[in-house]
């Protein structure tokens, strides 16, 4: 069954959305700056919820801090809902997912949620046992997903099981393959999946002109952008894995340059974490001020990138 996606995108039918379902890794933002409570977290997400989805196709928000944010959206932006625990486990490698146990996709369509988004680790080259786990458990959400006619976009992060990190240079050789077969596998039927969020197939600081290192050519990078379009029969969109406003615009030009399908994005930090430090130090109205400003300079900016 097709599932209903225009309620999270653009005219033009592009998904030009923003992220802050951010729990664990917005606390550490916000605490930089200062003692955290749930409470800062909850009117950090209504701030951003409020001044940028006028300008956002939809918000993807959670539902342990961020269904107050919810209320707050504009009237044309649909509404994502995470339904995945926040973090994993740090002590072991294998990053199993978990279901936040107070959710299931009905309540999350009863919150009014037009999608569920559920976000998985996955390393195409660790044990085999661990990755079984990991399929079915995509399986269970996406058959959630048709049984409420909600759909389904499924988050996808590449990692190493033997603890490579993912900013080094050894990890920037194996990720196009590691990203690009990740892609092929949940892209099968059987998963019931609607729409992909995944990362860009290369590290760009490693792309030569980009970064100080080179590990792929302009050209063999370019190759690998294509290659992950080829990957899917399924829209993907593009994540902004924390990266500057300006990093991820330039990824994206280079992106369509190279001939990629993407289908367009689910932007976090690179659109708001500018405010954070203005929340924390200055207070609220200071933050409004930048997201009124800054924030929806970089959302626009953003806009008329995937416009084009």
Partial sequence: MKKDLSKLMTADGVIAALAIDQRGALKKMLGKYGPVNDEMLIDFKKLVAQELTPYASAILLDPEYGLPASKLRDSQAGLLLAYEQSGYDTTKQARLPDLLVDQSVKRLKEADADACKFLLYY???????????????????????VAEGLPFFLELLAYDTNGMDVSSREFAKEKPHKVIE?????????????????????????????GDETVYSSAQAAKYFEKQSQATNLPFIFLSAGVSAQRFQETLRFAKNAGSAFAGVLCG????????????????????????TKGKQNIEELNALLAK
């Avoid at 059987?190 to 002109?209: F, S, T």
Wanted: charged share 30%; net charge negative.
């Fill in 182 to 210: 990740m892609m092929k596998e949940f892209s099968k039927e059987r998963y019931n999946v609607d729409v992909l969020k995944v990362e860009i197939p290369v590290n760009m600081e490693y792309v030569a002109g980009f």
């Fill in 269 to 292: 930090r690179a659109t708001w974490a500018g405010a954070v430090p203005e929340f924390m130090l200055k207070g609220e109205a200071t933050a409004r001020q930048w997201l009124q």
């Fill in 123 to 145: 390393d195409v080259d660790g044990p085999c046992g661990i990755n079984e786990q990991k399929k079915a458990f995509v399986e269970r959400v996406g058959s959630e997903c």
